[in-house]
């Protein structure tokens, strides 16, 4: 199995996820829990090589660390930006991991580069707020992505999206109001599978509730209002 780098977004905790509640620790709480439980669900993933977490806020890197992610920070502010500079990260590391392995491969055939950052390296990039998340279909879907260039899986709208991958070249995200119509028009592929934990991003009330429907990781189970009422 080809396996992925992943790479995943994580807003500053003050000022994230307006949608979904009033600002305040506790507000602050549950999104830290849901990218908790999200990192969880990628690092378990079989399919999933490394995980990256772009995000300057030191509580959502303490996270991310802690389950064995690695972080980069100073990305430029807003998210397409924050995943152009995650890919960028993703690539020149792995030309450190060649180069260590081997250090003609860095500059050899072996290893494909432009301007010093691989260009064959498997990236999908996953939403922070999926905390119903099963490793098991983050495992198919990536397994289906593997099979063309560039690919994407829309949120439960089928609006939004929640994963867009690469298996080469760049990743050119278009995240944003109606995202899922501009990576098709950008020729990326929609794939098609039931993973209804991989589509349910938290964005509202009413979303968090569908994921506890569906079953959340630990952390945004212990945290949502629900639980607490
Ligand atoms: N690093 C980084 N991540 C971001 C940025 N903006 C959004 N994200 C992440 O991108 C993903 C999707 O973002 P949204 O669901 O729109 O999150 P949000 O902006 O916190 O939500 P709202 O305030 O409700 O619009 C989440 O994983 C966010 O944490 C950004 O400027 N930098
Ligand atoms: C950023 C996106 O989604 P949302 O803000 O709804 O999470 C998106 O689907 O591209």
Do not use: Y
Not at 96 to 113: E, F, L, S
Not at 191 to 216: E, M, N, S
């Amino acid at each position: 199995m080809q396996r992925w780098s992943v790479v995943v977004p994580a807003k500053g905790l003050t000022g994230a996820k307006t949608r979904l509640g009033t600002p305040g620790p506790r507000h602050e709480d549950l999104v830290l829990a849901l990218l908790g439980d999200t990192l969880e669900a990628v690092a378990a993933c079989p399919a999933v090589a490394d995980l990256w977490v772009v995000t300057d806020d030191p509580r959502a890197a303490a996270v991310a660390t802690g389950i064995g992610a690695g972080v980069v920070g100073g990305a430029p502010a807003g998210l397409n930006a924050a995943l152009a500079q995650g890919a960028a990260a993703v690539r020149a590391a792995a030309v450190r991991a060649a180069a260590a392995v081997d250090p003609a491969a860095a500059v050899g055939a072996a290893v494909r580069t432009v301007h010093g950052a691989r260009t064959d390296v498997r990236i999908a990039a996953l939403h922070s707020d999926l905390p119903a998340l099963r490793p098991a279909e983050l495992a198919e879907a990536l397994g289906r992505a593997g099979a063309v260039p560039r690919s994407f899986v829309a949120d439960a709208e089928g609006t939004g999206t929640v994963l867009l991958a690469v298996t080469a070249g760049e990743l050119a995200p278009s995240f944003g109001p109606g995202s899922a119509a501009a990576h098709a028009a950008s020729g990326a592929v929609p794939l098609v599978g039931d993973w209804p934990g991989l589509r349910r991003d938290v964005d509202t009330p009413a979303h968090l509730a569908q994921a506890l429907d569906l079953g959340c990781g630990p952390r945004t189970t212990g945290r949502a209002p629900r639980a607490c009422a």
